[in-house]
T-cell receptor, first 115, second 107 residues
Framework: EADIYQTPRYLVIGTGKKITLECSQTMGHDKMYWYQQDPGMELHLIHYSYGVNSTEKGDLSSESTVSRIRTEHFPLTLESARPSHTSQYLC??????????????FGPGTRLTVT | QKEVEQNSGPLSVPEGAIASLNCTYS??????FFWYRQYSGKSPELIMSIYSNGDKEDGRFTAQLNKASQYVSLLIRDSQPSDSATYLC???????FGAGTRLFVKA
C-alpha cells in the first residue's frame, strides 16, 4: 500500500479564504504531482516537482501555488478561494531518476467545496 | 489530436467475459505505459506497467503494447462486477493521462 497522505480529506470553505492542502509521502520519492479532477472527468496535472526547490506548472492553468522545501512534503495553496476552485485535488508521487519507470502512487485526495 | 486517447465508454461486458480496453498515443518516443484503475470517488491506483512490445500478464490482467502502431491495450479475463471502474491509460516520457474508459461489468 502506498504511503502518501493528504489532509484534509474534505474541506468546505467560504469565498476569499486562504487554504493549504497538505500532501506528504514517506517513500522517499523525488517526484511529486498535484492533479485536479472533477467528478466523472479526466485528471488534469496542475503542478509537479522533481525534487526539493523544484516546482513547475502543469498542463492545466491553476491559480494555486506549491512549494517543495522538503522531499516528503508538497503543499498546495490557494490564496483566495473561489467557487470555481471546487473540485477534487489528488496528490501523487513517483520514484526519482530518468529511467523507464514513472509509476505514480496517489493519495486519497482532498474534496474541496468553496461556497 | 489528444496525446493519449481512450474511448470513454461505458464499455459493458457480462460477468466472466473478457473486457478489452484500448489506448492510442501520439508521441512515438513514448517509453513507458501504464494502466490505472479508478473506482468512483476514489484515487487512481496502478495495476499494470509495460515497457516493451508484446504482452505482459499479471493474474487476470494482460497488457499489450504495440509501439509500431502506437497502441496499448488492457485485457481483463473472467471479468467480475468488482472490476467495474474507470481505467486510465498513461504514457511517459512525460506522463499524460487519457480521459479514461468506464467499464461496467454486469452480474
Amino acid at each position: 500500500e502506498a504511503d502518501i497522505y493528504q489532509t484534509p480529506r474534505y474541506l468546505v470553505i467560504g469565498t476569499g479564504k486562504k487554504i493549504t492542502l497538505e500532501c506528504s509521502q514517506t517513500m522517499g520519492h523525488d517526484k511529486m504531482y498535484w492533479y485536479q479532477q472533477d467528478p466523472g472527468m479526466e485528471l488534469h496535472l496542475i503542478h509537479y516537482s522533481y525534487g526539493v526547490n523544484s516546482t513547475e506548472k502543469g498542463d492545466l492553468s491553476s491559480e494555486s501555488t506549491v512549494s517543495r522545501i522538503r522531499t516528503e512534503h508538497f503543499p498546495l495553496t490557494l490564496e483566495s478561494a473561489r467557487p470555481s476552485h471546487t473540485s477534487q485535488y489528488l496528490c501523487a508521487s513517483s520514484e526519482s531518476g530518468t529511467g523507464w519507470a514513472d509509476e505514480q502512487y496517489f493519495g486519497p485526495g482532498t474534496r474541496l467545496t468553496v461556497t | 489530436q489528444k496525446e493519449v486517447e481512450q474511448n470513454s465508454g461505458p464499455l459493458s461486458v457480462p460477468e466472466g467475459a473478457i473486457a478489452s480496453l484500448n489506448c492510442t498515443y501520439s508521441d512515438r518516443v513514448s517509453q513507458s505505459f501504464f494502466w490505472y484503475r479508478q473506482y468512483s470517488g476514489k484515487s487512481p491506483e496502478l495495476i499494470m506497467s509495460i515497457y516493451s512490445n508484446g504482452d505482459k500478464e499479471d493474474g487476470r490482467f494482460t497488457a499489450q503494447l504495440n509501439k509500431a502502431s502506437q497502441y496499448v491495450s488492457l485485457l481483463i479475463r473472467d471479468s467480475q462486477p468488482s472490476d467495474s471502474a474507470t481505467y486510465l491509460c498513461a504514457v511517459k516520457i512525460k506522463t499524460i493521462f487519457g480521459a479514461g474508459t468506464r467499464l461496467f461489468v454486469k452480474a
